[in-house]
């Protein structure tokens, strides 16, 4: 008989072990009614069938479909005998579970329960296709209350409305925080009355999957505080649930806190049909597309124009004879909603008062932010908006040299003076990690003493990376507001726009912690814990903490929503938690944002931005999480399989972070021996965590490079599209659009490579055969070293001997062609032992994607070994024909007389000041 227990280890979480619980239930059913009557084997299966049905039990207790009452309604056809008919009922809530098929028509429920069989059914009733959800009651009721509250509800519902809902009952705190871990279904909360605490139903089987339930205590409080306490977690691990309150407590009596905690507080003689009104009500609202609905009315409605934009409704297009297939190949809805208009419904993006101005307030609940703005040219425009609205010339930046090539453009504009921060090399696999707080904190501290820490503003970082490293976001702000409690923090978090819906994920997100860290340093508690930490610091150390009555809570968030969300291309959004934004900054913002927002923004991009946020307040934490399963599926196939680990390696934690950043010590998420590790204390502790979402596939053992891998085998023969490359690796990434499907599909595709691979090693010669060893040797053991920014020559310098670069200056410099001169890269070392090379553009090699040398910075030997050892066809700035362009040496002596005399006239200003 086939082994069907399940180890909790070997699953990510607890729908992926759902999923496999009801396949293996489907069979083991199955292979019951093959067994003969009465022999030994139906006996086994029976026994097999049983155990499996009671230890789904433990879980389904926490859902509406299947629930508790179907997988005991099984149970009790297993008892009468009713093999056939059970294995027909495993196989039916089986493919309705898999194919979501329940959740497109609730129907489906209520038929199931009055014995109707759902293959059967066709459509919603009246043609109405419905949203279904379901709503968690936290009450210590009977199983009799229980099936009348149940039945009331149903009878409210309408078969013509546009939601429906299913009830889920549970009685304890704990078993209430479970069921919001488990079940992505639940959109509301109502919590009546005073519940208890403790959870009696906790099975081995879920428990790996609720730790960070079981690591909460509040089992001293008393039972009346419970219900609250639960509202305020909620808004913290799943913010955009609905949550109601029914007590009796007077209003008198209830806390602010609980006030504010619930969107709805009832009390007991209120009508349940109130309630449910109001659960319909609250789900209503937050479907609204204010934005997207206003165009798709506009849409509708017959006009002239006689404006710009002959594209518009079309006209330009379906009359067309030569291009009209560009029009039916995107359909007409899109040439109708394509307009100039800002009336008649529609907004300014540059200045909204209606539809545009609701859409972006919704964004701004749904990301945790104070304000949020949408941006139509992407996040390369966002970046450059919050630099140039935040900080003007002459003010310091600290930034991280490997960030996105548009913050440097941006510091051109600015005419900031940046401090370039360097990451970690990893130089085995040709990329970049991400900064060590301790080195930030260094040169911080080198300003201060400089005198010149008045002059900076804003740390600028990227998070996470291209290859999925995420700082410790709290411990980097409290660190460094504990040195300048009015520091400015901008994080690009162009590839982590998905984070904020999902709670381990979301605690490493600028807005989550902008608002942890402003209620945190108001809090009476904080300035009791500040003041025994100052009295704790010794005479040469500097406080870790900051000081309350200083700090101010500025943080910045540029986010490339297309990129992991559903958004069209370009689709991006600023989000700003700021404290002092009306008082300091609006204006500024405001002139920056309407500098380089177009006056023509695409609306189709930002009715997909309006869209994409209710798509994420609804289904946002079940995709996220589905996301991430899909990588850990990714990453255990590979590791596992003997075919594909012959030639690839998923690289994980301990490949991409030293040791002294892992304080959980978690050095890989998964091993075929023991399954899965858990992530959430690295999550929580850690100074860097590895994103799963991205998977790098190290492939030196192929012999292959990853710019050949991505184009000859992974585009050219399979059509796969992959995010980057370096010498030796390519980069996977999944998304809330990756299927199990594509996953397979990739799997499939690498066997393919693996076996043709295989064949291609065998027919080589011996001379073959040499070349290729030599190629695999070169992939996997010679690696070119990665160099740190050098620094800025002095002629470009601040302050001679402190950090910090005019850039803006050097960049300016070279658009006069008699400042400058080309020289070959294989001439630069020779020239470099009589003269120094000064750059005088951005050198940016793809990969890595980001400058290895900027206007005014120094080339060092380290920069010239690396781009001789590069292997790339695309760098930009740079000539293969003509060379590096660097600056002529008497322009350098020039700008060093006339930097000289700045300096002095500087300091007389200072002086005199």
Same mark, same amino acid.
């Given at each position: 008989?086939?082994?069907?227990?399940?180890?909790?280890?070997?699953?990510?979480?607890?729908?992926?072990?759902?999923?496999?619980?009801?396949?293996?239930?489907?069979?083991?059913?199955?292979?019951?009614?093959?067994?003969?009557?009465?022999?030994?084997?139906?006996?086994?299966?029976?026994?097999?069938?049983?155990?499996?049905?009671?230890?789904?039990?433990?879980?389904?207790?926490?859902?509406?479909?299947?629930?508790?009452?179907?997988?005991?309604?099984?149970?009790?056809?297993?008892?009468?005998?009713?093999?056939?008919?059970?294995?027909?009922?495993?196989?039916?809530?089986?493919?309705?579970?898999?194919?979501?098929?329940?959740?497109?028509?609730?129907?489906?429920?209520?038929?199931?329960?009055?014995? *109707?069989?759902?293959?059967?059914?066709?459509?919603?009733?009246?043609?109405?296709?419905?949203?279904?959800?379901?709503?968690?009651?936290?009450?210590?009721?009977?199983?009799?209350?229980?099936?009348?509250?149940?039945?009331?509800?149903?009878?409210?519902?309408?078969?013509?409305?546009?939601?429906?809902?299913?009830?889920?009952?549970?009685?304890?705190?704990?078993?209430?925080?479970?069921?919001?871990?488990?079940?992505?279904?639940?959109?509301?909360? !109502?919590?009546?009355?005073?519940?208890?605490?403790?959870?009696?139903?906790?099975?081995?089987?879920?428990?790996?999957?609720?730790?960070?339930?079981?690591?909460?205590?509040?089992?001293?409080?008393?039972?009346?505080?419970?219900?609250?306490?639960?509202?305020?977690?909620?808004?913290?691990?799943?913010?955009?649930?609905?949550?109601?309150? +029914?007590?009796?407590?007077?209003?008198?009596?209830?806390?602010?806190?609980?006030?504010?905690?619930?969107?709805?507080?009832?009390? #007991?003689?209120?009508?349940?049909?109130?309630?449910?009104?109001?659960?319909?009500?609250?789900?209503?609202?937050?479907?609204?597309?204010?934005?997207?609905?206003?165009?798709?009315?506009?849409?509708?409605?017959?006009?002239?124009?006689?404006?710009?934009?002959?594209?518009?409704?079309?006209?330009?297009?379906?009359?067309? #004879?030569?291009?009209?297939?560009?029009?039916?190949?995107?359909?007409?809805?899109?040439?109708?909603?394509?307009?100039?208009?800002?009336?008649?419904?529609?907004?300014?993006?540059?200045?909204?008062?209606?539809?545009?101005?609701?859409?972006?307030?919704?964004?701004?609940?749904?990301?945790?932010?104070?304000?949020?703005?949408? !941006?139509?040219?992407?996040?390369?425009?966002?970046?450059?908006?919050?630099?140039?609205?935040?900080?003007?010339?002459?003010? +310091?930046?600290?930034?991280?040299?490997?960030?996105?090539?548009?913050?440097?453009?941006?510091?051109? /504009?600015?005419?900031?003076?940046?401090?370039?921060?360097?990451?970690?090399?990893?130089?085995?696999?040709?990329?970049?990690?991400?900064?060590?707080?301790?080195?930030?904190?260094?040169?911080?501290?080198?300003?201060?003493?400089?005198? #010149?820490?008045?002059?900076?503003?804003?740390?600028?970082?990227?998070?996470?990376?291209?290859?999925?490293?995420?700082?410790?976001?709290?411990?980097? =702000?409290?660190?460094?507001?504990?040195?300048?409690?009015?520091?400015?923090?901008?994080?690009?978090?162009?590839?982590?726009?998905?984070?904020?819906?999902?709670?381990?994920?979301?605690?490493?997100?600028?807005?989550?912690?902008?608002?942890?860290?402003?209620?945190?340093?108001?809090?009476?508690?904080?300035?009791?814990?500040?003041?025994?930490?100052?009295?704790?610091?010794?005479?040469?150390?500097?406080?870790? =903490?900051?000081?309350?009555?200083?700090?101010?809570?500025?943080?910045?968030?540029?986010?490339?929503?297309?990129?992991?969300?559903?958004?069209?291309?370009?689709?991006?959004?600023?989000?700003?938690?700021?404290?002092?934004?009306?008082?300091?900054?609006?204006?500024?913002?405001?002139?920056?944002?309407?500098?380089?927002?177009?006056?023509?923004?695409?609306?189709? =991009?930002?009715?997909?931005?309006?869209?994409?946020?209710?798509?994420?307040?609804?289904?946002?934490?079940?995709?996220?999480?589905?996301?991430?399963?899909?990588?850990?599926? /990714?990453?255990?196939?590979?590791?596992?399989?003997? #075919?594909?680990?012959?030639?690839?390696?998923?690289?994980?934690?301990?490949?991409?972070?030293?040791?002294?950043?892992?304080?959980?010590?978690?050095?890989?998420?998964?091993?075929?021996?023991?399954?899965?590790?858990?992530?959430?204390?690295?999550?929580?502790?850690?100074?860097?965590?590895?994103?799963?979402?991205?998977?790098?596939?190290?492939?030196?053992?192929?012999?292959?490079?990853?710019?050949?891998?991505?184009?000859?085998?992974?585009?050219?023969?399979?059509?796969?599209?992959?995010?980057?490359?370096?010498?030796?690796? +390519?980069?996977?990434?999944?998304?809330?659009?990756?299927?199990?499907?594509?996953?397979?599909?990739?799997?499939?595709?690498?066997?393919?490579?693996?076996?043709?691979?295989?064949?291609?090693?065998?027919?080589?010669?011996?001379?073959?055969?040499?070349?290729?060893?030599?190629?695999?040797?070169?992939?996997?053991?010679?690696?070119?070293?990665?160099?740190?920014?050098?620094?800025?020559?002095?002629?470009?310098?601040?302050?001679?001997?402190?950090?910090?670069?005019?850039?803006?200056?050097?960049?300016? /410099?070279?658009?006069?062609?008699?400042?400058?001169?080309?020289?070959?890269?294989?001439?630069?070392?020779?020239?470099?032992?009589?003269?120094?090379?000064?750059?005088?553009?951005?050198?940016?090699?793809?990969?890595?994607?980001?400058?290895?040398?900027?206007?005014?910075?120094?080339?060092?030997?380290?920069?010239?070994?690396? /781009?001789?050892?590069?292997?790339?066809?695309?760098?930009?700035?740079?000539?293969?024909?003509?060379?590096?362009?660097?600056?002529?040496?008497?322009?350098?002596?020039?700008?060093?007389? *006339?930097?000289? =005399?700045?300096?002095?006239?500087?300091?007389?200003?200072?002086?005199?000041?």
């Amino acid at each position: 008989m086939p082994d069907n227990k399940i180890a909790s280890s070997h699953h990510y979480n607890i729908a992926q072990l759902r999923v496999e619980f009801w396949n293996n239930l489907k069979s083991e059913s199955t292979r019951l009614v093959a067994s003969h009557r009465g022999s030994a084997q139906e006996k086994d299966h029976k026994q097999e069938v049983r155990r499996m049905l009671k230890e789904i039990e433990g879980v389904e207790c926490y859902f509406a479909f299947p629930g508790l009452a179907r997988t005991t309604a099984l149970s009790q056809m297993l008892e009468r005998q009713e093999h056939t008919a059970l294995s027909n009922k495993i196989a039916e809530i089986t493919k309705n579970l898999v194919s979501d098929r329940y959740r497109s028509n609730p129907d489906f429920l209520e038929d199931d329960e009055q014995g *109707v069989d759902l293959t059967e059914k066709g459509e919603a009733q009246d043609g109405v296709k419905k949203n279904y959800f379901e709503v968690l009651f936290l009450e210590d009721i009977s199983v009799q209350e229980e099936s009348r509250l149940k039945n009331d509800l149903r009878e409210m519902q309408k078969s013509n409305e546009q939601f429906g809902y299913g009830i889920v009952v549970q009685r304890t705190f704990e078993d209430a925080m479970i069921a919001l871990l488990f079940n992505s279904n639940i959109q509301a909360v !109502v919590i009546r009355y005073a519940p208890q605490y403790h959870s009696k139903k906790i099975t081995p089987l879920i428990k790996p999957f609720i730790q960070n339930v079981l690591k909460l205590d509040f089992s001293d409080v008393q039972q009346s505080e419970l219900g609250p306490i639960l509202g305020m977690l909620i808004k913290k691990f799943r913010p955009e649930i609905d949550t109601y309150y +029914v007590t009796d407590t007077s209003l008198n009596n209830l806390k602010d806190s609980t006030l504010k905690s619930f969107r709805r507080i009832f009390y #007991r003689t209120e009508d349940l049909q109130e309630l449910h009104l109001t659960i319909l009500r609250g789900i209503s609202e937050r479907y609204e597309t204010p934005f997207f609905s206003a165009l798709k009315e506009y849409s509708k409605k017959p006009t002239g124009v006689f404006h710009a934009m002959p594209i518009s409704r079309g006209n330009s297009i379906f009359k067309s #004879r030569w291009i009209s297939d560009f029009g039916n190949f995107y359909g007409r809805n899109m040439f109708l909603a394509e307009t100039s208009s800002t009336t008649g419904g529609l907004d300014s993006l540059l200045q909204p008062t209606g539809s545009l101005k609701k859409a972006q307030k919704m964004a701004s609940d749904a990301y945790g932010s104070q304000n949020t703005f949408f !941006v139509t040219n992407g996040t390369s425009t966002a970046n450059k908006i919050v630099v140039q609205a935040l900080v003007k010339p002459g003010d +310091v930046i600290l930034i991280d040299r490997d960030c996105h090539k548009s913050h440097h453009y941006g510091l051109v /504009l600015a005419g900031a003076y940046p401090v370039y921060l360097d990451s970690y090399p990893i130089e085995e696999y040709s990329m970049y990690g991400a900064v060590p707080l301790e080195q930030i904190k260094e040169k911080l501290l080198k300003l201060k003493e400089a005198g #010149r820490l008045d002059l900076v503003k804003m740390l600028l970082l990227t998070n996470c990376t291209f290859d999925g490293l995420v700082y410790n976001v709290e411990k980097v =702000m409290q660190e460094i507001l504990a040195i300048k409690p009015d520091m400015i923090f901008l994080w690009d978090e162009a590839w982590f726009a998905f984070a904020g819906f999902t709670y381990n994920y979301k605690q490493r997100t600028g807005m989550f912690v902008a608002q942890k860290l402003y209620e945190k340093y108001r809090s009476n508690s904080y300035r009791e814990e500040y003041a025994d930490h100052i009295k704790s610091v010794k005479k040469d150390e500097l406080p870790r =903490m900051p000081n309350p009555d200083e700090v101010r809570i500025r943080v910045y968030s540029t986010q490339s929503t297309h990129k992991t969300l559903s958004s069209f291309r370009q689709g991006s959004m600023i989000h700003i938690w700021d404290e002092d934004f009306r008082r300091k900054s609006e204006n500024t913002f405001m002139e920056a944002y309407m500098t380089h927002t177009s006056t023509s923004p695409n609306y189709q =991009m930002l009715a997909s931005l309006d869209a994409g946020r209710r798509q994420v307040q609804f289904e946002g934490y079940e995709l996220v999480e589905k996301s991430i399963e899909m990588a850990m599926v /990714l990453r255990a196939k590979i590791n596992d399989h003997p #075919r594909l680990n012959k030639y690839f390696d998923v690289l994980t934690v301990s490949d991409f972070i030293p040791k002294e950043y892992r304080e959980s010590g978690l050095s890989e998420y998964y091993t075929q021996k023991e399954g899965w590790n858990r992530m959430e204390t690295a999550w929580e502790k850690d100074e860097f965590v590895l994103d799963p979402t991205k998977i790098t596939l190290h492939i030196g053992r192929t012999g292959v490079d990853g710019d050949t891998f991505k184009n000859k085998y992974l585009m050219d023969k399979f059509n796969i599209q992959i995010n980057k490359t370096s010498r030796n690796t +390519v980069l996977f990434m999944t998304n809330i659009g990756t299927t199990r499907g594509s996953v397979t599909y990739l799997t499939n595709a690498l066997l393919k490579i693996a076996d043709e691979l295989d064949k291609e090693f065998l027919s080589l010669s011996q001379k073959e055969n040499k070349i290729r060893q030599e190629r695999i040797h070169s992939l996997t053991k010679d690696f070119p070293p990665l160099p740190d920014f050098s620094f800025f020559h002095h002629s470009f310098q601040a302050v001679p001997g402190v950090p910090g670069g005019n850039i803006r200056e050097a960049f300016f /410099l070279a658009y006069n062609e008699d400042n400058y001169e080309y020289l070959p890269i294989n001439q630069c070392l020779a020239a470099m032992e009589n003269r120094t090379l000064v750059a005088s553009s951005f050198i940016i090699p793809y990969p890595p994607g980001f400058p290895v040398l900027v206007p005014g910075q120094v080339v060092s030997d380290e920069i010239i070994r690396f /781009l001789l050892a590069l292997d790339v066809s695309e760098i930009h700035g740079y000539r293969a024909d003509l060379g590096l362009r660097l600056f002529k040496d008497n322009v350098l002596n020039r700008q060093k007389t *006339v930097t000289s =005399m700045g300096s002095m006239g500087n300091a007389k200003k200072k002086l005199i000041k």
